[in-house]
């Protein structure tokens, strides 16, 4: 998985969270997974934007957050564990869901971050993925301002690889709106190159060339900036 520097970890912050209400849709699609008393663990948990929305929205579940980033884990301000997908610092059959919000594609080996999924899993548990997938991007914005960096695609993962990757089978698979930005002036304010796997593939004046279409399209269009990522639960390979 990724780590992040200071300077990095802070323009995520800045360029990659949305607001609670913005998330609402998410609220609602994930809910029938985080049944009161269950605990959660949020792999990948960045600077918590989940930990917080999660603790909001769930009040009665219990969220253990991991980050390999100690600089994510700082500019967080919350109780983070330091560990990663092929090395999660929880016992066995300790947790209920795994959520991994837009990390996945930073997964190097696939089948053993599956092992230790399934280890941490108690029996009927499920894994919870807020993602973009390579064949699934359509609903991503982005690539009408940036459209070079649509060949940063191809390090993203598809649905059957994640799936058959780390050994689960798929449960349900739908696109999700967000409200990334209140409106396209916010987002040209916020966005960062450094803070984005598609945006780091681009050249500085590819960037900035896509920067300025944003710029100059915001002074013409009102209106908030609604997104689609991919809500993927998986289960055990063999789960009845």
Avoid at 11 to 25: K, N, P, Q, T
Avoid at 130 to 147: A, I, K, M, T
């Amino acid at each position: 998985m990724t780590r992040y520097d200071a300077v990095e970890a802070a323009s995520y912050r800045v360029a990659r969270e949305i607001s609670l209400s913005g998330l609402s849709s998410w609220r609602d699609a994930v809910a029938p997974y985080f049944a009161p008393g269950s605990t959660v663990l949020d792999l990948g948990a960045g600077t918590g934007l989940f930990v917080r929305a999660f603790a909001s929205w769930f009040p009665s579940v219990s969220v253990v957050a991991v980050e390999p980033s100690e600089s994510m884990r700082s500019a967080s301000g919350l109780p983070m564990l330091a560990g990663s997908d092929t090395a999660i610092p929880l016992a066995d059959a300790s947790v209920d869901v795994v959520w991994i919000s837009t990390v996945v594609h930073h997964f190097r080996d696939l089948p053993a971050a599956g092992a230790e999924l399934r280890r941490v899993l108690r029996p009927g548990g499920v894994v919870v993925l807020r993602s973009l997938f390579r064949e699934r991007h359509q609903g991503v914005g982005l690539f009408r301002f940036f459209p070079e960096a649509a060949r940063a695609l191809a390090s993203f993962p598809t649905v059957d690889e994640v799936a058959s990757g780390l050994g689960f089978a798929v449960a349900r698979l739908e696109a999700v709106p967000q409200v990334t930005a209140e409106s396209l002036a916010e987002k040209a304010s916020n966005v960062r190159w450094e803070a984005d796997t598609l945006l780091r593939s681009l050249s500085a004046e590819e960037f900035e060339a896509g920067r300025a279409r944003l710029v100059e399209a915001a002074a013409v269009e009102t209106g908030p900036v609604v997104d689609h990522l991919d809500l993927l639960v998986l289960e055990p390979a063999g789960a009845v």
